[in-house]
Structures are given as C-alpha cells and as structure tokens.
T-cell receptor
Framework: SQQGEEDPQALSIQEGENATMNCSYK?????LQWYRQNSGRGLVHLIL?????REKHSGRLRVTLDTSKKSSSLLITASRAADTASYFC??????????FGKGTRLHILP | ETGVTQSPTHLIKTRGQQVTLRCSSQ?????VSWYQQALGQGPQFIFQ???????GRGNFPPRFSGLQFPNYSSELNVNALELDDSALYLC?????????????FGPGTRLTVL
C-alpha cells in the first residue's frame, strides 16, 4: 500500500490565493520530499524536509512536518497559473525505499 | 530542463513481447532510479543502480530488469509484457547512491501494451 497519501485529491483555487495540500504516512521516515508533475511528464523536486526538522521554506513554498502525527503540509502562497500541476509527497522510509503518494491535482483558476 | 533524457517518448507493444527503455543521466550523476507510474497514480519505485550495481529494488517481479553502463546511462528491460505494464516509465538521476539525494527526473516513456 502507499506510504504517503495526499489530501485533497484535487483542489481548485483562484489565482493569487494560497493552496494547502497535506500528506499522511504510516511508518517512521528519514525524510519527506515534495515533487511537482506537469501533465504526466517528469517530476520536479520542490523541497526536502528531514525528520528532525519542523518547517522549511523555499520561495513561495512552505513545508511543515509533524512526525508525531505522521503528516506534512505543503503551502503555496500567492498561487499563479503556472502552479497548475500534480503534487506528490515521497517518503524515504527506514527500510530505505522511497514511496510516493497518489498526488493532489491543483488547478489555478484565472 | 533537468538534463535527463529518455527514449523513446512513446512505445506500443503487444502482450508477451519484450521492451527496452533507455535513460541518459544528468552529467556527473552516478545513480539512476526507475519508476512506474500508472494513470492517476503516484510513481512506484522499481529499482536503483549506483555505479553499475543494483542498489535497491521495489516490489516488481524479476521480468523487470535493468543495467547501468560505465557512462552511467541506464536501461530498463521488461520481459513477457502484460496489459498492466501500460504506464509512464520515469528515470531519475542523482549523485550519492541513496534515496535521500535529490533526484532529477526525465520526461518519461509512455508504454502502451495491447
């Protein structure tokens, strides 16, 4: 079964609004990564947060990690049309396998 | 652009056939990972190669096999194709040989099995 599960499955917001998507996982992890995928093409690495970190920023992205709840969130501020994509979390579990969730499809409305 | 290339872009095969997919890593990267992504799903880890040796494998049968060459390019071979093998196949290169390293993905090969 999938280690990471993103929520919601799909999200539509107006351009300029903030988008928040969540990821839950089941077992202990070394780190958690977020990726973006445009239209079924290759994935682009966005950010990595380690298990001993609680929050990380990169430009308009903010990622939080709560290991006690086994969850992470990705916040995209001031969304743009180019942010329309699928977003995946990927966990690097202690058995050293990397496992992706099913993704959140984000659609930015003009 | 990540500098990772994959060929071919699209491929159509029939059940029972064999297929070889190719990946050229980003310059300087010594690690390549392969993933299968079914429609509407997240990528599933097939295996990873580090300096020409298999360095971890996901839950895929032995008919999925791979190679990494001295120039760190890579191949994914799938024998006895099944309908469920229809998917987008992604390779990703990295430097360091672990799953923690940032991976740079290619655009993928879309395989259709009829």
């Amino acid at each position: 079964s999938q280690q990471g599960e993103e929520d919601p499955q799909a999200l539509s917001i107006q351009e300029g609004e903030n988008a928040t998507m969540n990821c839950s996982y089941k077992t202990s992890i070394n780190n958690l990564q977020w990726y973006r995928q445009n239209s079924g093409r290759g994935l682009v690495h966005l950010i990595l947060i380690r298990s001993n970190e609680r929050e990380k920023h990169s430009g308009r992205l903010r990622v939080t990690l709560d290991t006690s709840k086994k969850s992470s969130s990705l916040l995209i501020t001031a969304s743009r049309a180019a942010d329309t994509a699928s977003y995946f979390c990927a966990t690097d579990a202690r058995d050293d396998k990397i496992i992706f969730g099913k993704g959140t499809r984000l659609h930015i409305l003009p | 652009e990540t500098g990772v290339t994959q060929s071919p872009t699209h491929l159509i095969k029939t059940r029972g056939q064999q297929v070889t997919l190719r990946c050229s890593s980003q310059s300087g990267h010594n690690t390549v990972s392969w993933y299968q992504q079914a429609l509407g799903q997240g990528p599933q880890f097939i295996f990873q190669y580090y300096r020409e040796e298999e360095n971890g494998r996901g839950n895929f049968p032995p008919r999925f096999s791979g190679l990494q060459f001295p120039n760190y390019s890579s191949e994914l071979n799938v024998n006895a194709l099944e309908l469920d093998d229809s998917a987008l196949y992604l390779c990703a290169s990295s430097l360091g040989g672990t799953r923690t390293d940032t991976q740079y993905f290619g655009p993928g090969t879309r395989l259709t099995v009829l």
